[in-house]
């Protein structure tokens, strides 16, 4: 994988927020001295509804996202396989394509 996972889901989980909402959570999860791990899904998941990724999906493979956080997520760990590994390559190949298309004016 390029990316963490909950780098991943902080990213797509900004696109849901407004500018305020994003500078709090930011704000609430700068304040863990763990950026990495339970701690810092622990607070994020108290700041963001993660139902909205299955209920009111952006793109169709948000719901991939959910159903990581909500079943493959364990108290021990925080797989890089499975789920999170299906959406990252399916996501960048789609920013890619984008950014591609954003590029040459396509």
Not at 14 to 36: A, G, V
Not at 80 to 97: A, C, H, Q, T, V
């Amino acid at each position: 994988m390029k990316y963490s996972p909950l780098y991943i889901i902080f990213n797509q989980a900004c696109k849901y927020l407004s500018e305020q909402e994003i500078n709090e959570l930011k704000d609430k999860l700068s304040k863990t001295n763990n950026k990495q791990g339970k701690i810092f899904l622990r607070i994020f998941l108290q700041n963001f509804d993660i139902e909205v990724f299955k209920d009111k999906p952006l793109i169709l493979e948000d719901i991939w996202l959910y159903n990581y956080i909500k079943y493959e997520i364990t108290e021990k760990k925080i797989p890089r396989r499975g789920l999170i590994e299906m959406y990252e390559k399916k996501y960048s190949i789609k920013n890619e394509f984008y950014l591609l298309k954003k590029i040459l004016k396509i």
